[in-house]
Nanobody, 128 residues
Framework: QVQLVESGGGSVQAGGSHALSCAPS????????????MGWYRQATGKQRELVAIITAGDNTVYGDSVKGRFTISRDSAKNSVSLRMNRLTPEDTAVYYC??????????????????WGQGTLVTVSS
């Protein structure tokens, strides 16, 4: 199965910028499946996990309302990796950020043709 590895978590001052990256730990195994989309979600303490940004294999993007205009998601199709550039950070952006990938595979069973993989999460702390 595919495992995702996130990197880039850390601490940053409010108003600053930071970047996260996510890629399969075994790119060869991950390449066996069709990648439909990758994205970032985040979960702050005491809150539900929320969408940050998604990018599809066709490079269509969707952003959460709270990050529009500040965050940019991009992907490297050759590496099946995704990055998140975060600008004008505020303490409200403090959260554990999770990478997610949606894959497709051949299967005689419709319910098995799509699966998703989550990374382990990486903490971003924004201090005022």
């Amino acid at each position: 199965q595919v495992q995702l590895v996130e990197s880039g978590g850390g601490s940053v001052q409010a108003g600053g910028s930071h970047a996260l990256s996510c890629a399969p730990s075994d790119p060869t195994s991950a390449a066996l499946f069709a990648l439909n989309a990758m994205g970032w979600y985040r979960q702050a303490t005491g809150k539900q996990r929320e969408l940050v940004a998604i990018i599809t294999a066709g490079d269509n993007t969707v952003y959460g309302d709270s990050v529009k205009g500040r965050f940019t998601i991009s992907r490297d199709s050759a590496k099946n990796s995704v990055s998140l550039r975060m600008n004008r950070l505020t303490p409200e952006d403090t959260a554990v950020y999770y990478c997610k990938a949606d894959y497709a595979r051949s299967s005689p069973f419709p319910q098995d043709r799509h699966f998703e993989v989550w990374g382990q999460g990486t903490l971003v702390t924004v201090s005022s």
